[in-house]
């Protein structure tokens, strides 16, 4: 397994050799399993993840696995008993076609059938080492990275502009908290009132499940995150002039407010759309469009239809590079962001090599 968690060509190669060697054999079914439907199958393995995936998470399993539900239907499929190798290579390269997808996309939901049917195999509902039979396709170094991001120009050229004409707004306070914390949309959504600490200058992320407002990495995901004056300036003037004084349906008080009570994901990606349309910002439009007569201007649910928008997750990614070219060390980047160093790594750095020779330059005096 090579650094970025990509295994090496080489022995990826040998593996998917001795996996197709194995697909030539007609059937698996040299071993007492039990009845089991696709669907049985689904709603069995995502309840199995309850106790240890966020919400989001078994969200997105969910959807990746409808597509094999869906083709487990029009294929007759009614008892997973007698799927075997061939099967599953069938259906991956029906994915591919019927999504058009590309090899990272089909990886990651090749992935997802893995853990699937090892799951699956755990629960007599198919040869238990059927899974060993996905072949997941193999990617070169960095094809595995997002390429979606907002550089720190950019997103300082917005936040100048929130600050002279959405001062303390929602929008203001919601895009200065993606930028310079880094957070994630469902950590952002979590805060409440509380968790906001004058005194120590700093926002308190908990895991609170319960009342609807999970964290990705649950405990693990708790932490405090520090704020600058400036950034403070904002958010007391918000709270004074601007918040919604609302509770949510658990009479939790929001940080960030609606009318109708805590801001929900869907705003918050609405929000990002928004002001990252150049046009807004710049009163201009680097594609030769007359904003006057541009949907994705005139119209805010449009907005995502603009080149130059992106949603919130952008936000994440270029705060984390703009951190490390700034001299922030990774481990207290991986802190205050709580990610991974290796997913960092993988993910989330932007920087080309050029860009991450001049960031190590600086420390070249201390050696």
Not at 243 to 258: A, M, S
Not at 268 to 282: G, K
Request: one cysteine or more; proline letters at 5%.
């Amino acid at each position: 397994m090579s650094a970025t968690g990509i295994p090496h060509p080489a022995k990826e190669e040998a593996a998917n050799q001795r996996v197709a060697r194995a697909l030539q054999e007609p059937t698996m079914r040299d071993t007492d399993l039990q009845p089991l439907t696709p669907e049985d199958a689904k709603e069995r393995y995502l309840r199995s993840l309850e106790d240890d995936k966020a919400d989001s998470t078994i969200q997105a399993r969910e959807y990746k696995l409808r597509h094999f539900i869906r083709w487990c239907n029009n294929n007759g499929v009614d008892n997973l008993n007698t799927l075997n190798g061939r099967d599953i290579e069938d259906y991956k390269h029906w994915r591919k076609k019927d999504g058009d997808l590309n090899k990272t996309t089909l990886r990651s939901q090749m992935s997802i059938i893995r853990q699937f049917l090892e799951y699956c195999g755990r629960i007599d509902g198919v040869h238990p080492h059927l899974y060993e039979q996905v072949i997941l396709p193999s990617l070169e170094k960095g094809e595995n990275r997002s390429e979606v991001t907002i550089d720190a120009d950019r997103a300082e050229e917005i936040i100048n502009f929130m600050n002279k004409f959405e001062y303390a707004t929602r929008d203001h306070v919601v895009i200065l908290i993606l930028w310079k914390t880094g957070v994630r949309t469902g950590s952002l959504r979590a805060l409440d009132l509380d968790d906001y600490h004058e005194r120590k200058a700093a926002l308190e992320l908990s895991h609170r499940p319960e009342t609807d407002t999970p964290l990705k990495n649950k405990e693990d995901g708790e932490r405090m995150i520090a704020l600058k004056e400036e950034e403070m300036e904002v958010l007391d003037d918000y709270i004074k002039h601007n918040r919604k004084d609302v509770t949510d349906e658990y009479g939790r008080e929001p940080l960030i407010t609606t009318t109708n009570g805590r801001i929900g994901k869907v705003t918050v990606r609405r929000t990002t759309y928004r002001y990252t349309r150049p046009c807004v910002v710049t009163g201009g439009c680097p594609h030769n469009k007359d904003p006057e007569n541009c949907e994705a201007a005139t119209n805010y649910d449009k907005a995502s239809q603009c080149p130059d928008s992106v949603s919130a997750h952008p936000f994440r990614r270029g705060a984390i590079t703009h951190h490390l070219n700034n001299d922030f060390p990774k481990p207290l980047v991986s802190d205050r962001m709580n990610v991974s160093i290796d997913v960092i790594d993988e993910h989330y750095d932007a920087e080309d090599e050029e860009g991450k020779m001049e960031r190590r330059r600086g420390y070249l005096d201390n050696i």
